[in-house]
């Protein structure tokens, strides 16, 4: 499995963006995908997943602003993030949970105030 996310850069501050993450195959197989963030210096965490039957849980911090959905023709999982914060800056990794966990490399989000 081979995860591709794209679609960082740099918006300003309440300025929108979307992160799109490609598989190498069928999504359906995974039993969940979604995305991490890793702020500078900091650990990196869950703010967004679904499931394979479509249960979405986002992080409190960014609940009402992002949102994940998915592609199954295109086998991609998305990101939309309204509302951008100087705190969501840094690097998003998508994720996808199969027989084990496989890890995209970041795309990075700069948020200018």
């Known amino acids: 499995v081979q995860l591709q996310a794209y679609g960082g850069g740099l918006v300003q501050a309440g300025g929108s963006l979307r992160l799109s993450c490609a598989a190498s195959?069928?999504?359906?197989?995974?039993?969940?995908m979604g995305w991490y963030h890793q702020a500078p210096g900091k650990q990196r965490e869950l703010v967004a997943s679904m499931s394979a039957g479509g249960t979405t849980n986002y992080v409190n911090f960014v609940k009402g602003r992002f949102a994940i959905s998915r592609d199954y023709a295109k086998n991609t999982v998305s990101l939309q993030m309204n509302s951008l914060k100087s705190e969501d800056a840094g690097v998003y990794f998508c994720y996808a949970e199969y027989d084990r966990t496989y890890w995209g490399k970041g795309t990075q989000v700069t948020v200018s105030s």
């Open positions: 195959g069928p999504i359906f197989r995974f039993n969940s």
